[in-house]
C-alpha cells in the first residue's frame, strides 16, 4: 500500500521531499509541489504570474 502523493509539477512523491500545498480561492482542495521549486517553475511554465501584481493603495 502506498501513501505517496504526486507532486503537481514533476510527479515525484511529495511526502519525501519538503512539500509545499497551494489552495486556490475559496476552494478545500490543495495542489501538492515538492518544494518552492517546483511550485516556482510551475508558476513560470505557466505564465501565472504574467500580468498579475498587487496594488498598493496611496
Known amino acids: 500500500m502506498s501513501d505517496a502523493i504526486d507532486c503537481a509539477y514533476c510527479g515525484c512523491d511529495v511526502t519525501v521531499h519538503d ?3 497551494v489552495r ?4 478545500t482542495q490543495e495542489t501538492p509541489f515538492c518544494n518552492y521549486g517546483c511550485l516556482a517553475a510551475h508558476v513560470e511554465e505557466e505564465g501565472l504570474a504574467v500580468g498579475t501584481t498587487c496594488s498598493i493603495g496611496t
Open 24 to 27: 486556490e480561492g475559496d476552494t
Open 19 to 21: 512539500p509545499v500545498y
